[in-house]
């Protein structure tokens, strides 16, 4: 009796933490819909204003003018065309997922890689370029 009151037992709680990681799963799926969206806004309106100020940058480096018309225009436009793209993905429920230890239930490891590919990527990516980027002892 003890024996089928542990399995039981064992039974709810691992029935109880799926459901928590299939609420955790759609709460995932809803943020990476959100960030899928922030992607296309800055495809539609972001980055062909960057694109236009680059190739007015490009147009005014290959000119034969040795002056600058004005320069506070001209360095407003060189640090909008050099802007990092930084795109600020939402990762709550991602890392939630990871606090939780849910990602650990995943059955799919190529899942559990992806997501962890996805969410971790943009950070690492940016993280090299600043490093690239940092002041150096002369």
Avoid: H
């Amino acid at each position: 009796g003890v024996l089928v009151a542990l399995g039981v037992d064992q039974w709810r709680s691992d029935r109880d933490e799926f459901a928590r990681l299939e609420v955790s799963i759609q709460a995932l799926e809803a943020e990476l819909e959100g960030n899928i969206k922030s992607i296309e806004v800055i495809q539609q309106r972001a980055l062909p204003l960057k694109i236009q100020r680059l190739q007015r940058l490009i147009s005014f480096l290959e000119s034969d003018e040795p002056t600058l018309v004005d320069e506070a225009d001209f360095l407003s436009e060189v640090l909008r065309s050099t802007t990092d793209a930084d795109i600020w993905f939402s990762r709550n429920q991602y890392d939630a997922l990871l606090s939780e230890g849910g990602i650990k239930l995943l059955s799919n490891r190529d899942l559990e890689f992806d997501l962890s590919g996805l969410f971790q990527s943009n950070t690492v990516l940016m993280d090299q370029a600043l490093s690239l980027r940092a002041d150096y002892q002369s």
